[in-house]
């Protein structure tokens, strides 16, 4: 999963912190971002639900960008998600 650890990282968080989010173990986890392991659907939804992105986003090979609203700027979705009003 080449994505996982942008995603985690651009919230911030370390390993343990998205293990304690998720439900999966720190290890598992640290697998999944070494390429060791593949996970189930059951342990994507997990992690996808607790980095706030789809499953799409999470098992992308790219970091995923969004258009604004009005055609104009690229933005990373997990920066746009995380910024707190």
Do not use: C
Request: charged share 30%.
């Amino acid at each position: 999963m080449k994505n996982l650890a942008n995603l985690r990282k651009a919230k911030g968080w370390s390993q343990k912190k998205l293990s304690e989010e998720s439900g999966v173990s720190q290890t598992y986890i640290s697998e999944l971002e070494a390429d060791k392991k593949q996970p189930t659907v059951l342990i994507a939804q997990k992690i996808a639900a607790a980095l706030e992105v789809t499953l799409p986003e999470l098992l992308s090979e790219k970091f995923p960008e969004l258009k604004d609203s009005e055609g104009g700027e690229s933005h990373s979705i997990i920066s746009n998600r995380t910024k707190k009003s």
